[in-house]
């Protein structure tokens, strides 16, 4: 009877993964889709998702696509920038709510190019960053320490213009 028992728990944790993973699969289909980002009912579904989205957020930083985007909420400088920005945005974003933290930065600033124009490769490098990020802390990622752009070229600033 006790083998039973275990069987079907087993089995219970096994489709509730499954289940786990395809609703990610599906809220990150549906933020690719999204025309905009000021989307915010998939953002608060992103951010109630947790730390155990991150890896699926990693996954779509280097997709090659871009939206027009201010700098700021008050600025009406528009330029193009690249969706894995806001994906990356999303992570620190998830990390300060569960730190009870607010993440108050909104573009990642090229340091050596000295710009908030970033290009497709800078996209790749962002991506290997965060995943070696991930990596890293994936034995400490309860307690999900920020520092993925650290020593880098990178770094989050807020834009002003």
Do not use: H
């Amino acid at each position: 009877m006790k083998k039973f028992l275990n069987l079907i728990l087993l089995i219970i944790f096994f489709l509730e993964n499954i289940y786990s993973q395809n609703s990610f699969d599906e809220l990150m289909d549906r933020f690719i889709q999204i025309p905009e980002k000021s989307d915010t009912t998939i953002y608060n579904d992103i951010i109630s998702s947790g730390i155990e989205i991150i890896p699926y957020l990693i996954e779509i930083i280097d997709i090659n696509k871009q939206f027009l985007d201010f700098c700021n909420i008050n600025s009406n400088n528009l330029y193009l920038n690249y969706f894995g920005v806001y994906a990356a945005k999303l992570i620190e974003d998830i990390i300060a709510n569960k730190n009870d933290e607010t993440f108050n930065f909104n573009k990642i600033y090229n340091k050596k190019e000295n710009t908030y124009l970033l290009n497709y490769e800078d996209m790749i490098n962002i991506k290997f960053l965060y995943k070696k990020w991930w990596e890293n802390i994936n034995d400490t990622k309860i307690f999900c320490k920020r520092g993925a752009l650290s020593g880098s070229n990178y770094c989050w600033k807020y834009c002003e213009n």
